[in-house]
């Protein structure tokens, strides 16, 4: 059973910084695997791609939309993915998705990810 567990979601100030992080367990154990994704949905709007990060890391891809501001890592002795928000705008209010799947394309959609958490919220004030 794979379960995706995100955290660090809230309130934050536009031009203020956020850290959200997800950590992905499979049968109850901290799993490393997969490549992993960052999507949002705000409300009344389509589920959108945010960053993914392939398993070694090596391999990134962002939305245009947070290019430059936002920064995906990962530390797999965690089993944890990152996404450091900088530069917060009032657009970047939704919840944030934690995905996951077992290879790596850049920018895929949602429909081609297996794997879900719950969802964190993200407010970002003006």
């Known amino acids: 059973q794979v379960q995706l567990q995100e955290s660090g979601g809230g309130l934050v100030q536009a031009g203020g910084s956020l850290r959200l992080s997800c950590t992905v367990s499979?049968?109850?154990?901290?799993?490393?695997?997969?490549?992993r994704a960052w999507f949002r949905q705000a409300p009344g709007k389509e589920r959108e791609f945010v960053a993914d990060?392939?398993?070694?890391?090596?391999?990134?891809s962002y939305a245009d939309s947070v290019k430059g501001r936002f920064a995906i890592s990962r530390d797999n002795a965690k089993g944890t993915v990152y996404l450091q928000m900088n530069s917060a705008q009032t657009e970047d209010t939704a919840v944030y998705y934690c995905?996951?799947?077992?290879?790596?394309?850049?920018?895929?959609?949602?429909?081609?990810?297996?794997?879900w958490g719950q969802g964190t919220q993200v407010t970002v004030s003006s």
């Open positions: 995905a996951a799947r077992s290879t790596y394309d850049a920018g895929l959609g949602p429909d081609s990810y297996e794997y």
């Open positions: 499979v049968s109850g154990r901290t799993y490393s695997g997969y490549t």
């Open positions: 990060i392939s398993f070694t890391g090596r391999s990134t």
